[in-house]
């Protein structure tokens, strides 16, 4: 059974730093791209970040400068390192492998101000 299993997240102060991580079960990480989402109560869950399998990289343009996704394609993890973080950022963090479309269970990350 597929899985991805998040972790990672906590509470930090405005302008502080956390890394998530998202490890995956099976051989999802050789066939799928890995995706960041996030959602706060009220909102649609919206998409953060995108790595391929061959390692480029994208960004939504509210995280741009701030966050980094990378892989461990040994340790079939993703990571997200996320710096200068703001308020705004307070959601639950969602990994996501696509195309085969699985989700993990969420990290609630919180920065208070």
């Known amino acids: 059974q597929v899985q991805l299993v998040e972790s990672g997240g906590g509470l930090v102060q405005a302008g502080g730093s956390l890394r998530l991580s998202c490890a995956a079960s099976?051989?999802?990480?050789?066939?799928?791209?890995m995706r960041w989402y996030r959602q706060t109560p009220g909102k649609q869950r919206e998409w953060v970040a995108v790595?391929?399998?061959?390692?480029?990289?994208n960004y939504a343009d509210f995280v741009k400068g701030r966050f980094t996704i990378s892989r461990d394609n040994a340790k079939n993890t993703v990571y997200l390192q996320m710096n200068s973080l703001k308020p705004e950022d307070t959601a639950v963090y969602y990994c996501?492998?696509?195309?085969?479309?699985?989700w993990g269970q969420g990290t609630q990350v919180t920065v208070s101000s």
């Open positions: 996501n492998a696509w195309p085969r479309n699985v």
């Open positions: 099976g051989s999802i990480f050789s066939a799928n791209a």
């Open positions: 790595i391929t399998t061959g390692g480029s990289t």
